[in-house]
């Protein structure tokens, strides 16, 4: 989905408000709420001078929770006993 919005792999400001309204629904949304977002995310020196990579999004912390929020399997099992996966993403 990432790159249906991107162009050489960076979200611009229209990207991330096609986004909004295609994919969001956000049928009421402007261009200035697109540039909110993105004044937010330089807060949290992710935001590129261009626009947003998909490496950014998964450091977005509290916009980005779990999605359980609590353990939901039993995990007293010795580490060695669990798949883990160690994909360049994790």
Do not use: C
């Amino acid at each position: 989905m990432f790159d249906m919005y991107a162009e050489n792999g960076t979200i611009s400001l229209n990207g991330l408000f096609r986004f909004l309204i295609e994919s969001q629904g956000e049928d009421d949304a402007t261009k200035e709420d697109a540039q909110a977002i993105f004044d937010s995310l330089k807060q949290l020196k992710i935001f590129q001078r261009k626009g947003l990579q998909l490496d950014s999004l998964y450091l977005f912390g509290d916009l980005n929770p779990p999605i359980f929020p609590k353990v939901n399997h039993d995990m007293n099992a010795p580490l060695s006993h669990y798949f883990l996966f160690t994909g360049h993403n994790t």
